[in-house]
């Protein structure tokens, strides 16, 4: 299960992701990028599921489309055709089901948009092969009551109130509810036919890629990483304060410190 996280506001959106590829028995294979950057159309994507069409989708809406805008509102139905392709070719399997994130600028109304596609016959909420657009923040899989209403809470990280989207720093609350998503153990039977064993696992590891996406490009990196190694099952860090760390958060605690510093400097 991809972690895949979308923060939009009007000037810029985040799109943050995690980085593990396991066998369906969770154990890890490698590391690698599940979003991908689509620069000539200031869009970037991401999948839940099937990830080799990852790289499928980036290239040929590389070249199929002329802006997001285009994109847009064509998607529908160019994702409609490939659904009916895929279904008659291979048929639907939990393992080959498709959740497409797509974020991008639309010239047309001066803002960021992202839009959600899923393929996935049962067990979701949503709009099954439809183009549906994401409003504010889409979190998944969503933690846990405790870890979003206690843990996430006790950092200062959980998101609540109506200017929650317009205060969401991608350091301060996103890499938080990552390790939450992290510390979520999943039951294989939970899962689909695809993924074997009785032991829960975790899905949400190696790194996180933050891509961001504003009128000004798309920009992508790292911020985040953990200690996962290939061969094994991911094994999340129970929850604490201190767990939550990285170069960012060190440089950002520093910076206050700075400011602290300066200030009370003035005022003495």
């Known amino acids: 299960m991809t972690a895949i996280n979308v923060f939009v506001r009007p000037d810029r959106a985040f799109l943050m992701t995690d980085g593990a590829f396991y066998l369906p028995d969770g154990h890890i294979v490698g590391f690698g990028n599940k979003a991908m950057p689509i ?5 970037a994507i991401a999948v839940r599921g099937l990830q080799k069409v990852v ?3 980036a290239l040929d809406f590389s070249i199929r489309y002329r802006s997001f805008d285009d994109l847009a509102a064509r998607l529908q ?3 409609s055709e490939w659904q009916d392709l895929r279904a008659r070719d291979a048929g639907y399997t939990s393992w080959a089901d498709v959740d497409l994130y797509v974020v991008g600028w639309s010239d047309d109304e001066q803002r960021v948009k992202a839009l959600n596609f899923m393929t996935r016959a049962e067990g979701t909420d949503y709009a099954v092969g439809e183009v549906e657009q ?3 923040f889409t979190v998944g899989p969503y933690p846990s009551g405790e870890e979003w209403f206690v843990n996430l809470r006790s950092l200062g990280a959980s998101l609540e109130g109506d200017d929650a989207v317009r205060r969401f720093d991608p350091i301060r609350h996103g890499i938080p509810i990552m390790e939450a998503q992290r510390r979520m153990m999943v039951d294989p039977a939970d899962m689909g036919s695809a993924f074997t064993g009785t032991t829960p696992i975790s899905l949400v590891g190696g790194h996180i ?4 996406v504003s009128k000004d490009g798309v920009s992508q990196r790292v911020v985040h990483r953990w200690a996962d190694e290939p061969g094994v099952p991911i094994e999340p860090e129970p ?4 767990a939550i760390h990285s170069p960012e958060l060190d440089r950002a605690a520093a910076k206050r410190a700075r400011k602290a510093a300066k200030l009370a400097k003035v005022a003495a």
Do not use: G, M, R
């Not at 620069?39 to 869009?43: G, S, V």
């Open 39 to 43: 620069p000539n159309l200031n869009a």
């Open 55 to 57: 790289a499928e989708f």
């Open 77 to 79: 139905d160019d994702l």
């Open 134 to 136: 994401i409003d504010e």
């Open 209 to 212: 890629t933050l891509t961001e």
């Open 239 to 242: 929850f604490q304060k201190s």
